[in-house]
Each structure stands twice: as structure tokens, then as C-alpha cells.
């Protein structure tokens, strides 16, 4: 388990998260999805089960967050979507001669080092797959394998059953553990309204600033959530 790397895409954050721009405006989304990276790291700093950390990015804020971090930054495949950039850190973990990956995405702010490292120890022995879904059971919020390489991985908006379909034809019996923060990922306003009434997102970073930008008078003016 000790040989387990995260590997975490991050796109360049100049137009993020654009599904919320009828709520916020281009400046605070980016603020946004820089606070959810934060908060997001800090709960893989937290880790006890982690060997180590992989940004892949090109987006300058990201890469100094990563740097302070101590993560490893990647700039390949940084620009070829999520599923892109996530085969191109496998890949180097493979060469390397790591034992597994788990990657996540950078908006899941409300989740916890706890529950990465819960995650992790379900994971099984290698050949195996871990999988943690969205709270919609659409999105795989956190996926593990061992080896780096061992089931073909697709990401999407509808990819956590056809992550487990894949799994299986590579004759692996995929682990499905759920946890809330790393199920709450933001796309949506009405993630926004979700993440507020969850209790994990209390003293996080994204709460504070969505405090601050008075998002709660926001949704309830949009009747949303």
C-alpha cells in the first residue's frame, strides 16, 4: 500500500468551472476551483497511505500550490482533458515501477485524509481496482489500481459504471467504497447548494469563500437547492 502515488489532473483554471457562471462571475470561479485545489491537497497532505503526489498541469497557481506541497508537476498531457492527463501519469508511475495510482479530481474540497486513506485500505492486492463514485453514481470520484496501468479508465459526466464494466473485463472483481466529501465533487449550482448542507464542508476553505461571496443568498434567490 506504501507505494501508492496520487495523481491528480488539473486544468489550466482561466474559464473553470463555466457550468456555474450563472452564479458567479469568470473571477470567482476561479477563485473557486483555486480554493477547492486547496482544500483538496490539503486532505492528500494529510495521508498516511500516500508514497506520493502527481499534479499534472499547466496552470501556474496549480503548479506552485503543487510545488509547496512537494508534489511531482507534470506538463504532459496537461491540456488533453481528465482522461488524458490521468493515462499520462499512470504511465509514468508504470515506467517508474510504482505499485498503484489513485487519482481524484481537484474539485472534491469537502473530502478528508481520512477518507483517502480509508479508501486506500480497502484497496486489495494487486491486479485490483478501488473505485469511490459521486454522490450521483455517475462521476468516479476516486479510482485506484494496481498496477498504475491495470484497467482502462474513461472519465466523463456517466463513468462510474462503465468504470466497474471495465474492471471486470480485465478479470478484476472491483472494491466499491463510498465516502461523502470525496463523493461531493462541484460541477452544478445545485453541487454548490449540496455541498453546503454537508457537514464535511464546515471549516474548509471553499465554505469560508463561498460564505464570503454570499453564495447561500445566491442559490435561494435562483431557488436553487
Known amino acids: 500500500m506504501s507505494d501508492i502515488w496520487a495523481v491528480i489532473p488539473v486544468k489550466e ?17 476561479r477563485l473557486l476551483a483555486e480554493t477547492m485545489l486547496t482544500d483538496m491537497l490539503d486532505a492528500v497532505a494529510g495521508c498516511r497511505l500516500l508514497a506520493g503526489v502527481m499534479i499534472v498541469t499547466l496552470d501556474p497557481y496549480a503548479t506552485a500550490l503543487g510545488e509547496k506541497f512537494g508534489a511531482r508537476i507534470v506538463t504532459e498531457g496537461a491540456r488533453d ?37 480509508a479508501v486506500l485500505s480497502a484497496h486489495l492486492a494487486s491486479p485490483s481496482f478501488t473505485i469511490s463514485p459521486a454522490h450521483d453514481d ?21 463513468s462510474y459504471f ?20 470525496i463523493a461531493m ?18 471549516g474548509t476553505r471553499t465554505r469560508a469563500l463561498l460564505d464570503e461571496l454570499n453564495v447561500p443568498v445566491r442559490l435561494s434567490e435562483q431557488r436553487i437547492g
Do not use: W, Y
Not at 483554471?13 to 470561479?29: Q, T
Not at 499520462?88 to 473530502?111: E, F, H, Q, W, Y
Not at 455517475?138 to 459526466?157: H, I, M, Q, T, Y
Not at 465533487?185 to 464546515?202: M, Y
Open 185 to 202: 465533487d462541484i460541477d452544478h449550482p445545485i453541487d454548490l447548494a449540496l455541498f453546503l448542507r454537508l457537514p464535511q464542508s464546515i
Open 13 to 29: 483554471f482561466d474559464g473553470a468551472k463555466h457550468r456555474l457562471s450563472s452564479l458567479l462571475s469568470p473571477s470567482e470561479r
Open 162 to 181: 462503465p468504470h466497474l464494466d471495465a474492471a471486470r473485463r480485465q478479470g478484476i472483481e472491483p472494491t466499491v467504497i463510498r465516502q461523502p466529501g
Open 81 to 117: 482533458g481528465h482522461t488524458g492527463s490521468v493515462n499520462v501519469g499512470r504511465r509514468i508511475l508504470a515506467r517508474d515501477g510504482r505499485g498503484g495510482m489513485i487519482t481524484m479530481p481537484g474539485d472534491i474540497p469537502a473530502t478528508r485524509a481520512g477518507e483517502i486513506d
Open 138 to 158: 455517475l462521476g468516479s470520484n476516486a479510482v485506484v489500481c494496481s498496477p498504475p496501468e491495470s484497467v482502462p479508465l474513461r472519465f466523463g459526466d456517466n
